[in-house]
């Protein structure tokens, strides 16, 4: 199946050689169109691989747009029929949260545009120009939205929802939950790179998870270790996933719903981490990288409850990070 979601996997996992007799499980596999990797602590027998590819089956039928019987590929084509599940419902109550708040820099209907420059699962528009772009933001807006009753209505038939820059948060949250049904205290999930985390590993510390630095060139090197306490973190960038035309230019996957262009701010890399779901630092990362660095800066000054780790480069073109002052970090 094509990538869902377009985000690079920018964590990676870092664990201890110590030994104790905690049992630690490890579930991996592949899901909306990205791997996971799932380790818990617990003792029972219980099938949790069946229960969580139910649950990646029940998301998909809900909100994939590489599915064209989903109910969103149904939406997206004009049925105003489709009756949306609670999985449908709470993404999209999500996302009118974190668009109010980001007031229009994270918005899923910038699926229209997501199409037009050739990153989405519908045809690229040719010789895309500023007159095309901007017929293309009428269909592009959150408020022009409203889900009632469980059914979708849109104010132009045109608008194209595209969830998948809060969907693997949302996957990452969905199979969280059923962890914390099951009364499981230690577990981390990730989802292309995406993580929810809660208790402590098999070696009785928090979770630790090393953040990529932004290389273009495809080799690996880390920036930085976090730990988790009972924190969600999700990270977003650029230089993984663009393109460049004949002529140097280079687009890159964060559409900005805004200007409705794809080219880069000077934010290389943003990792948000909160207490939160999953789902919603995922969109605010998604939203950052459309900021830019400083606008972001502001808006953390509004939103002490997320810490962040921000890779931008300075008005020389230099890389440099930014560390939220409560977030602690160890270097590598």
Known sequence: MKNLLFLSVLVLFFSCSKKNTSQLKTLQ????????????????????????????????????????????????????TVVVDAYFEEVFHKSAKIFNETNGEFDPTVGVLVNAWGFGPENEVSDLNALKIDSLLTYVGFNKV??????????????????????????????????????????????GGEIRARGVNQDGISWKIAI???????????????????????????????????????????????????????LLSASVISKSDCADVDGYATAFMAMGFEKTLRFLEIHPELKVFLIYADENGEMKTYISPHLNVKAI
């Open 29 to 80: 596999g592949d899901a909306i169109g990205t791997t996971f990797s799932i380790k818990y602590i617990e003792d029972s027998t219980i099938d949790f691989e069946t229960k969580i590819d139910s649950l990646i089956k029940g998301i998909n039928k809900s909100t994939s747009t590489y599915i064209p019987t989903s109910d969103i590929s149904k939406i997206n084509d004009g049925d105003t």
């Open 146 to 191: 409203s889900l009632t009753n469980k059914k979708v209505r849109k104010m132009y038939p045109e608008i194209y929802f595209d969830f998948n820059a809060i969907g693997k948060g949302f996957l990452v949250d969905v199979i969280g939950r059923l962890f914390d049904q099951n009364k499981i205290a230690n577990y981390m999930v990730e989802i």
């Open 212 to 266: 990529e630095n932004p290389n273009e060139d495809g080799s690996r090197t880390f920036a930085t270790i976090i730990q988790l306490h009972n924190e969600s973190i999700a990270t977003s960038g650029n230089y993984r996933k663009f393109r460049t035309t004949e002529d140097g230019k280079k687009y890159v996957h964060t559409i900005n719903p805004k200007t409705g262009y794809a080219s880069e701010s000077n």
